[in-house]
């Protein structure tokens, strides 16, 4: 090594803190098959930790969710406009696409967290500490 080179030392990170949670029997027989033979704590640990990491599959979904909707909007008024026997103008239809565009992905975010807050788990009730209402 030359005179002008130096060592950098890295320092190892310690895992210092614990997370823990109690499973049924059949649930714990559920995770080690996901687990597929790795060590449990290991495999739950990189679960846990991927869902802190932004999921691009869920920001695709998120864009053809947007567009699904932007589509249904303009579909939806168009063909009440036709019901109602008016005519469609080409202003109007641009009319119609600029507010789908500026509503879709409001939309899809909302919808999207409506279905996260309904597969959420719900709260303990409160009550004598094991879960059970007092």
Known sequence: MGEQEQLTVVK??????????KVTDEEYERLEAQAG????????REVLLRT????PVTEHVQTMLAEYLALRS???NVLYQIADGEAITREGMQQLINHA?????????EQLRKR???NQ???PIAGNGNGHAA
Do not use: N, Q, Y
């Open 12 to 21: 190892p990170t310690f895992r210092t803190k614990s997370i823990t949670t």
């Open 37 to 44: 033979g790795r060590a449990l704590s290991e495999w739950v």
């Open 52 to 55: 802190l990491e932004p999921d």
């Open 74 to 76: 303009i579909v939806v």
């Open 101 to 109: 565009d500026g509503m879709k992905t409001a939309r899809a975010e």
């Open 116 to 118: 996260a807050t309904a």
């Open 121 to 123: 788990p719900r709260e």
